[in-house]
Nanobody, 126 residues
Framework: QVQLVESGGGLVQAGGSLRLSCAAS????????MGWFRQAPGKEREFVAG????????RYADSVKARFTISGDNVKNTVYLQMNSLKPEDAAVYYC???????????????????WGQGTQVTVSS
């Protein structure tokens, strides 16, 4: 069993930055695919970014490319989402997710993921 705990959300002005963290308990994450998703009020949950440390692969939604960076610390079992140049449309609850996987892939479909955190709120004021 894996437990994921997100932190780092908060209120920021448009153009500002936040760094989200996802601390994972359990097994070493070298064999996991990790992802960040978000859900705004009235909208479906959407993929933001994914990482596969073992293969040094990352993937981003088009809406966040060049602004967000996903990274991980395999020793600390923590994945980060650095968010720069935030826009009001980035406001949402952000979720961390994990999938135990040996293929080396990065997944964008939320249905692929096995474990989810409780979410952390990001609010961006205009």
């Amino acid at each position: 069993q894996v437990q994921l705990v997100e932190s780092g959300g908060g209120l920021v002005q448009a153009g500002g930055s936040l760094r989200l963290s996802c601390a994972a308990s359990g097994r070493a994450f070298s064999r996991y695919a990790m992802g960040w998703f978000r859900q705004a009020p009235g909208k479906e949950r959407e993929f933001v970014a994914g990482i596969r440390w073992s293969a040094d692969r990352t993937r981003y939604a088009d809406s966040v490319k060049a602004r967000f960076t996903i990274s991980g610390d395999n020793v600390k079992n923590t994945v980060y989402l650095q968010m720069n140049s935030l826009k009001p449309e980035d406001a949402a609850v952000y979720y961390c997710a994990a999938k135990e996987d040996y293929s080396g892939s990065v997944y964008q479909d939320e249905r692929e993921y096995d474990y989810w955190g409780q979410g952390t709120q990001v609010t961006v004021s205009s």
